[in-house]
């Protein structure tokens, strides 16, 4: 069984394509700039979200928190009073369960990206679930990670994934650390491991206020040496927590100031 936070059927953003895009519940980073918090822990069942609900789609049931969805309205006022960094609205999914979600959208989609959270902490029921797609639905497979598990150990994982998008916070360790909570030397070690095997669909740096862009920009860029693309995105305030935007702010980076990012990933051949 694997926790999982949304099933977005139809997503042209998630890889090439039209593909499902799967997240899962549960990251090992907590990014300052992350967009959506509320798939870093996974629910204590604290009770707290229960009495927000208007529509009584939460219940606590033998200490444990129930998500009714079929009265959810999304309203999302639980995950705006969790202080967990979680949510009540997730679904255990077997293998068999989450194929068949996928199967009956099979015709319509190129293939399915998992993300999260982080999804790869899931790693054995990716496995399983990536043998099924592939050979039933003759799907492609994309994983979308933040690196911190050292992929060469998951030789099977890596053989089943059609490609990988990788993201890259910081090039410098201690600013990394300041940004997630955690070193970046398995994500580098990633970053050249899945190159070498050609398994990057593209590497993905958050552009954002008070941190060194343009070191992490220009040293990702040469690595990558035209070996894949390279997406900068820029840093938005929308569901960053109070601790996010202490550090970086309420605004991001307007379209021509994005541009001078650009530039400096440009001369490494970057095919994108």
Same mark, same amino acid.
């Given at each position: ?12 953003i ?13 990251c ?12 870093i ?8 979200c ?23 309205v999304?309203?999302?006022r ?11 609205k ?10 068949e979600k ?14 999260g ?10 496995? @399983?679930l990536?043998?099924? &797609?592939? $050979?039933?639905? !003759?799907?492609? *497979?994309?994983?979308?990670? +933040?690196?911190?598990l050292d ?8 053989y089943?994934?059609?490609?990988f998008?990788?993201?890259v916070?910081?090039i ?9 909570g955690?070193?970046n030397?398995?994500?580098l ?25 343009e @070191?992490?920009i220009?040293? &990702?860029? $040469?690595?990558? !040496?035209?070996? *894949?693309?390279?997406?900068? +995105? ?13 550090l ?25």
């Open positions: 069984m694997a926790l999982v936070n949304k099933i977005i059927p139809f997503s042209c998630d890889g090439p394509g039209n593909r499902a895009a799967i997240f899962f519940q549960g090992n980073l907590k990014c300052t700039y992350c967009h959506n918090p509320e798939t822990n996974k629910c204590i069942s604290c009770g707290r229960v009495d927000t609900c208007p529509v009584n789609a939460l219940e606590l049931k033998n200490n444990k928190v129930e998500w009714n969805e079929d009265k959810c999304q309203c999302d639980c995950i705006k009073v969790c202080n967990n960094l979680s949510t009540p997730t679904k255990d999914y077997s293998v068999d369960e989450l194929f996928i199967k009956k959208i099979s015709p319509f989609i190129q293939g399915i990206t998992v993300s959270g982080e999804c790869t902490l899931n790693s054995d029921f990716l496995v @399983k990536f043998k099924r &797609v592939k $050979e039933e639905l !003759n799907l492609t *497979c994309f994983v979308d990670t +933040n690196g911190i992929l060469s150990k998951y030789e099977e994982l890596v089943l994934t059609d490609k998008m990788l993201d916070k910081s410098d360790e201690a600013e990394h650390i300041k940004l997630t955690l070193s030397k398995s994500v070690k990633n970053l050249d491991y899945l190159l070498d095997k050609d398994k990057i669909y593209e590497v993905r740096t958050v552009v954002a206020p008070n941190i060194n862009n @070191k992490t220009r040293s &990702v860029a $040469e690595i990558i !040496n035209g070996r *894949c693309k390279y997406k900068l +995105n820029a840093y938005r305030k929308y569901g960053v927590r109070k601790e996010g935007l202490e970086h702010g309420e605004m991001g980076y307007s379209e021509d100031e994005m541009k001078i990012y650009i530039e400096y990933a440009k001369g490494k051949d970057i095919k994108n």
